[in-house]
């Protein structure tokens, strides 16, 4: 979800701009601050041994959003009084309960990975 916040919000520039981008996900920033997410697009969406890489659906259009774009990602505590993040907390959950929500193109479900049931056994 955080990741496509960042996605939306970039999109909706129009033209190029210098961005401060405010995040309760460390999976979202320090993946873009530290290189993951470029590391593992330059490795085709592999970890190493770690196997593939996750969201890779949404990692791609991030990267190319952020080439066109000047974007500093900062980390802030969750559910700590920051006022931003608390209405962005409030407005996703909103959202989520929405009945018309389109479908997640993109994701992967778990089967591709097969993850045995109890019916597997």
């Known amino acids: 979800m955080e990741i496509m916040a960042a996605i939306v919000g970039l999109r909706a520039l129009e033209t190029r701009s210098a961005v401060k981008l405010y995040s309760d996900s460390r999976y979202l920033v320090e993946s873009m601050t530290k290189g993951w997410a470029q590391q593992w697009r330059a490795n085709r969406w592999i970890r190493g041994k770690r196997g593939k890489a996750l969201n890779s659906d949404l990692w791609e259009p991030l990267l ?12 802030v505590k969750g559910h700590q009084g920051n006022t931003e993040n608390e209405r962005c907390d409030r407005l996703s ?29």
Do not use: N
Not at 64 to 75: G, K, R, S, T
Not at 95 to 121: I, K, N, V
């Open 64 to 75: 190319d959003l952020c080439a066109q774009h000047e974007v500093e990602f900062i980390w």
């Open 93 to 121: 959950m909103q959202a989520a309960q929405r009945p018309d929500l389109p479908a997640d193109t993109g994701y992967e479900p778990e089967d591709e990975l097969h993850t045995p049931s109890l019916f597997d056994l």
